[in-house]
């Protein structure tokens, strides 16, 4: 899958409301007021959806606050595999 260009970040970050850039990936923090059973349930639905995607995720879980990093890192960077996932992740936070 091809490399994202810097144009086609700038674009991805523009609807993907709460991601940013940062080392080069794609990052956002989720947090679940619910507390920290919501922030779990969250990531075993990124999971499958991962797992569907064989496109896995650097996920970190701190209480109700889940933070996702997101590249490619057999294509060394963003594809749109990793904007794919993380507007899908979007979706699953709000189920």
């Given at each position: 899958?091809?490399?994202?260009?810097?144009?086609?970040?700038?674009?991805?970050?523009?609807?993907?409301?709460?991601?940013?850039?940062?080392?080069?990936?794609?990052?956002?923090?989720?947090?679940?007021?619910?507390?920290?059973?919501?922030?779990?349930?969250?990531?075993?639905?990124?999971?499958?959806?991962?797992?569907?995607?064989?496109?896995?995720?650097?996920?970190?879980?701190?209480w109700?606050?889940?933070?996702?990093?997101?590249?490619t890192?057999?294509?060394?960077?963003?594809?749109?595999?990793?904007?794919?996932?993380?507007?899908?992740?979007?979706?699953?936070?709000?189920?």
């Amino acid at each position: 899958m091809a490399l994202l260009g810097d144009n086609d970040i700038s674009i991805a970050l523009a609807v993907l409301p709460g991601w940013g850039l940062e080392d080069g990936m794609l990052v956002k923090h989720y947090v679940f007021p619910e507390g920290f059973a919501a922030a779990v349930a969250f990531v075993d639905r990124v999971a499958v959806a991962a797992e569907l995607a064989d496109h896995h995720p650097d996920i970190d879980i701190r209480w109700n606050t889940v933070t996702l990093r997101l590249v490619t890192h057999h294509e060394g960077g963003l594809t749109g595999k990793d904007t794919a996932l993380a507007a899908e992740c979007d979706g699953l936070a709000v189920t």
